[in-house]
């Protein structure tokens, strides 16, 4: 299984981006795919995670009402549209997918078996 991030940029704050994530190998609606981030010094953190099979989704407070997650079957792909952008946002955004998942570990990114390259997202004030 491979997973392409892409979207990432440098916005002003207030801005918005798309993230996408493309998932190729295995079969994409068994899997949930979730989007962590990482800023420089800091412990990589969960944002957004969706299973595929039933579109529940999942958001940490950081995000939840500014952010959303969302697939499209026929691209295999997941995107997180991310609006009203704030400076504490900046950081490496990575996608990550696993089959086997249970709702009390979408947030835990060791779980996740299948990851991204990452893509920088940098928000300035």
């Known amino acids: 299984v491979q997973l392409q991030a892409s979207g990432g940029g440098l916005v002003r704050a207030g801005d918005s981006l798309r993230l996408s994530c493309a998932v190729s190998g295995g079969t994409f609606r068994r899997y949930v795919v979730g989007w962590f981030r990482q800023a420089p010094g800091k412990e990589r953190e969960f944002v957004a995670a969706i299973r595929v099979s039933s579109s529940h989704t999942y958001y940490s407070d950081h995000v939840k009402g500014r952010f959303t997650i969302s697939r499209d079957n026929a691209k295999n792909a997941v995107y997180l549209q991310m609006n009203s952008l704030k400076p504490e946002d900046t950081a490496v955004y990575y996608c990550?997918?696993?089959?086997?998942?249970?709702?009390?570990?979408?947030?835990?990114?060791?779980?996740?078996?299948?990851w991204g390259q990452g893509t920088q997202v940098t928000v300035s004030s």
């Open positions: 990550a997918a696993d089959s086997t998942i249970i709702v009390s570990s979408y947030y835990t990114a060791s779980v996740y078996h299948y």
